[in-house]
């Protein structure tokens, strides 16, 4: 066993993995210049769910359904999560006029250079909570900043650090873009991670969660590309998902909040978000940063 899972699980879960992001470059309607099409990109991020649930259910039957919703908390904290990284990649791309299958290129490198860097993130907070008990406070304050951080805006797309904002376009190399998609994410993982970790310290949980939700980070972006700016709420619903998370953590030294009952309210607070937004409508043009 190490880091709570055979070698045979690690090995199996990253081929599965690397088939999955070899057949997503290789998919003939993602190697257009355009892009993949919306529908495309809503059946493979369907079919990339799906498969994340099997795993969670063949979790369940080897080590219990604890440990599988343990799983299905990460990964859904983890996909919600990642629809701020989706305003940034889209703030970048417009900034690089990129098209959409540039933009493909660009996120392929991207999800590849995410998931070295999640490996790394988690073993060290993994590491330094298993050793240092009282670093989980420090992980549970920085999570209500971040949940300050994002219900104090007036949008998502505030809280993208300034740098991005100023991109100038360029012409030919996609490394400066792949950069800034790799800082980008190494920004929000520093929130992603902590979060994840909230509701296990297994660090095959954690890991295989965190990977399974970036695997369809490109597709998602593409299915919800021209829909973002109807997400008039996010903010608010990704901020009160961030204090519930940074409260579990901080609490369960004296309270203890089950995984189930965080899972109702992910799921209640997520719910609640879509819907206030749909029925506001979508966001007024001057609060879109542009």
Same mark, same amino acid.
């Given at each position: 066993?190490?880091?709570?899972?055979?070698?045979?699980?690690?090995?199996?879960?990253?081929?599965?993995?690397?088939?999955?992001?070899?057949?997503?470059?290789?998919?003939?309607?993602?190697?257009?210049?355009?892009?993949?099409?919306?529908?495309?990109?809503?059946?493979?991020?369907?079919?990339?769910?799906?498969?994340?649930?099997?795993?969670?259910?063949?979790?369940?039957?080897?080590?219990?359904?604890?440990?599988?919703?343990?799983?299905?908390?990460?990964?859904?904290?983890?996909?919600s999560l990642s629809v701020d990284n989706l305003f940034v990649f889209l703030v970048i791309f417009q900034g690089f006029r990129l098209s959409g299958g540039q933009q493909h290129k660009a996120l392929?490198?991207?999800?590849?250079?995410?998931?070295?860097?999640?490996?790394?993130?988690?073993?060290?907070?993994?590491?330094?909570?298993?050793?240092?008990?009282?670093?989980?406070?420090?992980?549970?304050?920085?999570?209500?900043?971040?949940?300050?951080?994002?219900?104090?805006?007036?949008?998502?797309?505030?809280?993208?650090?300034?740098?991005?904002?100023?991109?100038?376009?360029?012409?030919?190399?996609?490394?400066?873009?792949?950069?800034?998609?790799?800082?980008?994410?190494?920004?929000?993982?520093?929130?992603?991670?902590p979060a994840v970790l909230a509701v296990s310290r297994n660090p095959f949980v954690v890991y295989t969660s965190n990977i399974a939700a970036i695997l369809g980070l490109r597709s998602l972006y593409?299915?919800?590309?021209?829909?973002?700016?109807?997400?008039?709420?996010?903010?608010?619903?990704? =901020? +009160?998902? *961030?204090?519930?998370? @940074?409260?579990?953590? &901080?609490? %369960?030294?004296?309270?203890?909040?089950?995984? $189930?009952?965080?899972?109702?309210?992910? =799921? +209640?607070? *997520?719910?609640?978000? @879509?819907?206030?937004? &749909?029925? %506001?409508?979508?966001?007024?043009?001057?609060? $879109?940063?542009?």
């Amino acid at each position: 066993m190490i880091g709570g899972a055979t070698w045979s699980w690690w090995i199996g879960f990253h081929v599965v993995a690397g088939a999955l992001l070899l057949i997503d470059l290789l998919l003939p309607s993602h190697k257009k210049d355009s892009g993949p099409s919306r529908k495309t990109a809503w059946l493979w991020t369907a079919f990339l769910a799906l498969l994340a649930f099997a795993f969670a259910g063949f979790i369940a039957m080897k080590e219990g359904r604890v440990t599988a919703m343990e799983f299905i908390a990460g990964y859904t904290i983890e996909t919600s999560l990642s629809v701020d990284n989706l305003f940034v990649f889209l703030v970048i791309f417009q900034g690089f006029r990129l098209s959409g299958g540039q933009q493909h290129k660009a996120l392929a490198w991207g999800v590849g250079g995410a998931i070295i860097m999640r490996a790394l993130f988690i073993t060290l907070g993994v590491t330094l909570i298993q050793h240092f008990e009282w670093v989980t406070y420090i992980f549970g304050a920085f999570l209500l900043y971040a949940a300050w951080r994002l219900m104090s805006q007036h949008s998502t797309r505030d809280v993208i650090p300034h740098w991005v904002r100023n991109i100038h376009p360029k012409e030919g190399s996609l490394l400066p873009v792949i950069l800034a998609v790799e800082l980008t994410d190494v920004l929000f993982a520093v929130d992603s991670i902590p979060a994840v970790l909230a509701v296990s310290r297994n660090p095959f949980v954690v890991y295989t969660s965190n990977i399974a939700a970036i695997l369809g980070l490109r597709s998602l972006y593409f299915a919800l590309a021209s829909l973002l700016d109807h997400l008039r709420y996010l903010n608010y619903g990704l =901020g +009160a998902l *961030l204090a519930f998370i @940074a409260f579990k953590m &901080l609490s %369960a030294h004296w309270l203890d909040i089950s995984v $189930t009952l965080s899972l109702a309210v992910i =799921g +209640a607070i *997520l719910t609640i978000c @879509a819907v206030w937004s &749909l029925i %506001a409508g979508p966001k007024p043009k001057h609060s $879109t940063g542009h």
